[in-house]
């Protein structure tokens, strides 16, 4: 068993910049891959980003350029630095851990870009 638990979220102005965290906790050595989802109401999970060990990271279309994932393996936490954030990313954000072919989910984390 894998738990993640996010922090970070929270208000910001269209242009601006946030930074979520999400710790992992439990069986963490069999984690094979770190990630990004968000989901706006009625809409399907969105895959923001996600990054394999010792891999590259990938991104959706939509945020390359300015969205950064990365990971500390010291800390067990994985880290997406969202910039020129923009009024449609009011969303909720959730990070997801592999491990052992199933997916694993923190409990999502509001990030909400309004003037």
């Known amino acids: 068993q894998v738990q993640l638990v996010e922090s970070g979220g929270g208000l910001v102005q269209p242009g601006g910049s946030l930074r979520l965290s999400c710790e992992a906790s439990g069986s963490i050595f069999l984690i094979v891959s770190r990630g990004w989802y968000r989901q706006a109401p009625g809409k399907e999970r969105e895959l923001v980003a996600f990054?394999?060990?010792?891999?590259?990271?990938n991104y959706a279309d939509s945020v390359k350029g300015r969205f950064t994932i990365s990971k500390d393996n010291a800390k067990n936490t994985a880290y997406l630095q969202m910039n020129s954030l923009e009024l449609e990313e009011t969303v909720v954000y959730c990070c997801?851990?592999?491990?052992?072919?199933?997916?694993?989910w923190g409990q999502g984390i509001q990030v909400t870009v309004s003037s």
């Open positions: 997801n851990a592999v491990a052992r072919a199933a997916d694993y």
């Open positions: 990054i394999s060990n010792g891999g590259y990271p």
